[in-house]
Nanobody
């Protein structure tokens, strides 16, 4: 069974950092495009960042550009999201998603993904 598990969330003060990890079980992430999404209370889910199979391309939402970095760690079978300079508006449940693909292109829309984790809570507050 294909499963994704997010970890690394928590409570952090504004300006702080967190590193989220998305770990796969039952499959290797090498052949998958990966996306990170978030959903804040009362808001729709939005895309945060995405990375192509092989890690050749990445993309970021304007709201996180320059603060967040997505990366792949094939040895650990994880995809990480380094989040720096966190703001209260970054507070949300963060989800990772995977889609097996034979091409090295970015997939950044939530409808393109068919394997989802359960999410990890990120709270930015003083």
């Amino acid at each position: 069974q294909l499963q994704l598990v997010e970890s690394g969330g928590g409570l952090v003060q504004p300006g702080g950092s967190l590193r989220l990890s998305c770990a796969a079980s039952g499959f290797t992430l090498d052949n998958y495009a990966i996306g990170w999404f978030r959903q804040a209370p009362g808001k729709e889910r939005e895309g945060v960042s995405c990375i192509s199979r092989g890690g050749y391309s990445t993309n970021y939402a304007d709201s996180v550009k320059g603060r967040f970095t997505i990366s792949r760690d094939n040895a650990k079978n994880t995809v990480n999201l380094q989040m720096n300079s966190l703001k209260p508006e970054d507070t949300a449940i963060y989800y990772c998603a995977a889609k097996r693909t034979g091409v090295f292109k970015l997939l950044c829309g939530s409808l393109e993904y068919d394997v989802w984790g359960r999410g990890t809570q990120v709270t930015v507050s003083s």
